[in-house]
Structures are given as structure tokens and as C-alpha cells.
């Protein structure tokens, strides 16, 4: 049962080099998110996705790209990374149904140097 | 926006004592969510609550809906060292039900 998957778990780039975070879930949850982790200001959304090829802003949305082509992923993509987006970065999926949580995988550590 | 604080940001207790953490907003919420993070993993949720004056139990785990709708309070009675970690509240943001807004965190520190 896996459950919720990120990769890589940890990143180290450059500024100006385009990244891309996997997530991938295996409970054909509908809804999938994508947020940031900073010391001060807990968990901020970046972007979420109701269904396949449905993909709306959130919070923090600048200087990322989303796609969901398939239910079970939903990558991230920083197209030119500034150190501002040094960040840890959680997946999450829920299956949209009332009272029913939203599910974190483990994080990806992303440092831009 | 919608923004939601969490007091203490802080807190290093001796093994056994009762812990007691709040999240207040300027916003009322419909749900009130509490989520732990242990070190190197996602955040996982501890209790969800529906309704205003609610008070849900897990285990050890005590948590309130109040009845102003804008906080929320979560207690833990006789910490262990397993309790160690970052607490969050988390509610929806605006008429999203998905979207969620978090708390700053709680950092628990216990000593043994």
C-alpha cells in the first residue's frame, strides 16, 4: 500500500534551472495539491487540482507550473528556480468526499543555491 | 485573506505534563482540522472537527471547536516522548471545502 509518493525526496539545483517534483498517489483520490513549507508560515497551497486536467491556483501560485494528465500524478515544476522557492514541498491528496482528510506524502527537500 | 494563528509557536514541557495549544482567526471556519508533522515526514491529521462547541477525543488527544466559530483549542494530557513534533490547525479556505489554510505550527520539545 503506498499510498502517497514524492520524489525525488531531496534536490539541490541552481538558480535559473527548471525542476520538476513527482507526486503520485494510488488511491485514485480526485483531489491533489501541492504546498510549500516555510519556518514561520506553516503549509501555504500552491496548487491544487480537482480531476484530470483540472488545475486551479492557489495561495503562492507564482514561478510554478502544474499538470495533472493522469489521476494518480501531479508534478510541479519550477521553470527557472530563484532561491526564493528553497522550500520543503508536500504533495497531499483527498477524495473530495465531505469529512474525508487530506492525505501528505513525505516531502521533497529542494535547495537552489 | 483568511489567516489562521497559533499559540505558543513554542513549547518545551517535562514528560507527563498536560500540553495546551489554540489557533484563533479573524475568519470564521465551518471545520477545524489538527494535523501532526513528525521529523522528516508529512503532516498527519489527528482530529477533525464539524460544529461549533464541539469536543472530539483521541486517545490522549483533546480537541474544541469554539463556539465563536473563529478558535479552536488542542490539548494533550500526560505527553510521552512520541509527542514530539510540529502541530498545525487547518481550516477551509473561503468557499473551497478542499482548499485549506494552515497555522504557523506548534513545535513540541519534551524532555525526559
Known amino acids: 500500500d503506498a499510498g502517497i509518493t514524492q520524489s525525488p525526496r531531496y534536490k539541490i539545483t541552481e538558480t535559473g534551472r527548471q525542476v520538476t517534483l513527482m507526486c503520485h498517489q494510488t488511491?485514485?483520490?480526485?483531489?491533489m495539491f501541492w504546498y510549500r513549507q516555510d519556518l514561520g508560515h506553516g503549509l501555504r497551497l500552491i496548487y491544487y487540482?480537482?480531476?484530470?486536467?483540472?488545475?486551479d491556483k492557489g495561495e503562492v501560485p507564482d514561478g510554478y507550473v502544474v499538470s495533472r494528465s493522469k489521476t494518480e500524478n501531479f508534478p510541479l515544476t519550477l521553470e527557472s528556480a530563484t532561491r526564493s522557492q528553497t522550500s520543503v514541498y508536500f504533495c497531499?491528496?483527498?477524495?473530495?468526499?465531505?469529512?474525508?482528510?487530506?492525505?501528505f506524502g513525505d516531502g521533497t527537500r529542494l535547495s537552489i543555491l | 485573506g483568511q489567516q489562521l494563528n497559533q499559540s505558543p509557536q513554542s513549547m518545551f514541557i517535562q514528560e507527563g505534563e498536560d500540553v495546551s495549544m489554540n489557533c484563533t482567526s479573524s475568519?470564521?471556519?465551518?471545520?477545524w482540522l489538527w494535523y501532526k508533522q513528525d521529523p522528516g515526514e508529512g503532516p498527519v491529521l489527528l482530529i477533525a472537527?464539524?460544529?461549533?462547541?464541539e469536543l472530539t477525543s483521541n486517545g490522549r488527544l483533546t480537541a474544541q471547536f469554539g463556539i465563536t466559530r473563529k478558535d479552536s483549542f488542542l490539548n494533550i494530557s500526560a505527553s510521552i516522548p512520541s509527542d514530539v513534533g510540529i502541530y498545525f490547525c487547518a481550516g477551509p479556505r473561503g468557499s473551497g471545502a478542499q482548499k485549506l489554510v494552515f497555522g504557523q505550527g506548534t513545535r513540541l520539545t519534551i524532555n525526559p
Open positions: 475568519s470564521i471556519f465551518n471545520t
Open positions: 497531499a491528496s483527498s477524495s473530495g468526499s465531505s469529512n474525508q482528510p487530506q492525505h
Open positions: 488511491w485514485s483520490h480526485s483531489y
Open positions: 487540482s480537482a480531476a484530470a486536467d483540472i488545475t
Open positions: 472537527l464539524y460544529k461549533a462547541g
